[in-house]
């Protein structure tokens, strides 16, 4: 039996092909601009959570000196879409 044939044989071919595909993957780039696409998402997640928490504290404010709750706008709803 060749060497190929023993290697097939054990499955090795497809975990080759794995590695070949990561390496490719790598060299041309892929991974780096998924990689910034998740940082991105985090730092808006970030900015948003801060807004967030800004606009709690300055309702809590308002009512504190003398808002009706009421009368204070409720944070817009936020819209959820598939692109």
């Known amino acids: 039996m ?3 044939s023993w290697i097939s044989a054990l499955g ?3 975990i080759l092909l794995k590695l070949t595909e990561a390496l490719i993957e790598r060299f041309t780039g892929k ?3 998924e990689q910034n696409a998740w940082q991105q998402r ?3 997640a970030r900015i948003r959570r801060l ?3 800004y ?3 300055l309702r809590r404010e308002l009512i504190d000196v003398g808002y009706d709750a009421d009368e204070i ?3 817009p709803r936020y ?3 598939d692109d």
């Open 31 to 33: 991974q780096r601009r």
């Open 42 to 44: 985090d730092r808006e």
């Open 2 to 4: 060749t060497p190929i």
């Open 73 to 75: 706008p409720a944070w």
């Open 12 to 14: 090795a071919g497809a």
């Open 55 to 57: 606009a709690h504290l």
């Open 51 to 53: 807004l967030e928490e």
């Open 79 to 81: 819209t959820i879409t």
